[in-house]
């Protein structure tokens, strides 16, 4: 049988050479070719490029032209009459936006349905001027999709429950978190980007690159307990820009990373590779900060972590066990070790049967940033109590998000010294095109 040949056909390529050339090139590269000669410049027209275009950049598709009754070109520069400023970001995040929705529908329906409708460039111009104070242009785009949601429960942006403790976060829209703007020293120019009825804690967004914070920056705020001055606000830092921060949100949410419990997103993380089978039973874990709950002086961390026993359902019905004990080996980052051991677990002794699933929750606190657990459970068969045997737990690591000190009152450097020891730069971009300045690209 003769191989299929991958190599395009003749009568696939462009009557005009220099349109495949064109075809390859991205937004810029294609409209400073139209400025070079009158020939680029008819040739950087051709209907078919600006198809890809269309698509790359607001994801357009050929229902969208056809509704619309212009051509590629056409449509791509009609919808860069409205979204232009956001060309280098949209596509992800409407991308990103979609694949939430669509995951919500089918497995969080009172979520989707507090989701708002998008703001207009106009109300965003106006909050801008209401705060005296410039949006950063991906969260701007953000709000053009969804201008967050209803303030009601539960929160888009994840929650958490231990048995005395509740947190769901909404993802706040852009007039009710510019009434929230900080004026006060130590959280100048932050505007709040997530609430929680329950704890009153938000994530927020700085607007300006001022008191130790990069414009653009995510953080929790965690006061200084141990400062005379109240502005010596500690950070813990959740993201280094609104799209970085949302499409990573996103992405745990739609892949299962965080489970779906009672119609709500739990932020728990599971660590890839931090299960264990023993015989016929698996465990498996996964672990959640709690910012709410911490602090970096005096340093105290606050860590739950959900458990999930699972019995095989082809094994056999002898099989059946109940625990009877845990054990732990805690250690911490600065190389303590303690063991721990005690009945059941949080006063429960689960039976396990072939198929059964048994998943319960704890809490922990550690003095040092990160650190990890391991140990194993013991067990004994129904059919003879004498037969006991141990089910190993994985190792699983807890650590909180990189942190940072407020700045003293010495002179800055151009750089900041993250908790995990990393630095973080600011970035200057730009573009020398005088096309994409005048397009704003």
Not at 207 to 232: I, V
Not at 326 to 342: A, H, L, M
Request: glycine share 6%; hydrophobic share 35%; net charge negative.
């Amino acid at each position: 049988m003769a191989a299929v040949s991958s190599e395009p056909k003749l009568q696939d390529l462009p009557s005009d050479p220099l349109l495949h050339i064109l075809s390859f090139l991205s937004l810029r590269d294609l409209i400073n070719c139209s400025v070079v000669c009158r020939r680029l410049n008819e040739l950087s027209k051709h209907n078919p490029l600006w198809k890809r275009l269309c698509y790359r950049h607001w994801l357009l598709k050929e229902a969208d032209r056809a509704h619309s009754a212009l051509s590629w070109y056409g449509l791509f520069v009609h919808t860069f009459s409205d979204l232009g400023r956001y060309v280098d970001v949209y596509s992800s995040l409407k991308r990103h936006w979609d694949q939430l929705t669509e995951f919500l529908q089918q497995r969080c329906p009172r979520i989707i349905a507090s989701l708002k409708e998008g703001a207009t460039e106009a109300e965003l111009d106006a909050v801008e001027s209401q705060i005296g104070l410039e949006l950063p242009d991906d969260y701007r785009c953000s709000c053009r999709i969804h201008n967050g949601q209803k303030l009601v429960i539960p929160g888009l942006m994840g929650s958490m429950s231990l048995s005395n403790h509740y947190r769901s976060e909404v993802l706040l829209d852009v007039e009710t978190a510019a009434g929230g703007v900080q004026t006060r020293p130590g959280m100048k120019h932050c505007l709040p980007l997530t609430f929680c009825f329950h704890t009153g804690l938000s994530q927020y967004l700085a607007l300006r690159g001022e008191e130790g914070r990069a414009r653009g920056e995510l953080f929790y705020p965690c006061p200084n307990q141990r400062a005379s001055d109240p502005s010596a606000i500690d950070m813990f830092i959740t993201g280094s820009s609104f799209s970085s921060w949302f499409t990573s949100y996103v992405e745990n949410v739609v892949s299962g990373e965080f489970p779906i419990l009672r119609d709500q997103i739990f932020r728990y993380v599971h660590e890839k590779g931090c299960v264990a089978t023993t015989d016929d039973i698996t465990v498996s874990v996964s672990t959640s900060f709690l910012p709410e709950l911490s602090s970096v002086h005096p340093p105290h961390y606050f860590y739950t972590y959900r458990i999930r026993i699972e019995m095989s359902p082809d094994a056999s019905p002898s099989a059946a066990c109940q625990l009877d004990s845990r054990y732990w080996k805690i250690t911490t980052s600065d190389g303590n070790v303690e063991e721990v051991q005690g009945p059941g677990v949080v006063g429960e002794f689960p039976v396990m049967t072939p198929g059964k699933v048994h998943e319960y929750a704890s809490c922990t606190t550690f003095s040092t940033p990160s650190e990890f657990m391991e140990g194993h459970y013991t067990f004994h068969r129904l059919v003879n109590k004498e037969e006991v045997f141990q089910v190993a737990i994985p190792r699983f690591h807890m650590e909180c998000p990189p942190f940072r000190r407020p700045p003293t009152k010495q002179k800055q450097s151009g750089s900041r010294r993250l908790g995990d020891g990393s630095r973080d730069e600011e970035d200057v971009s730009g573009s020398s095109s005088p096309w994409c300045h005048q397009h704003k690209i």
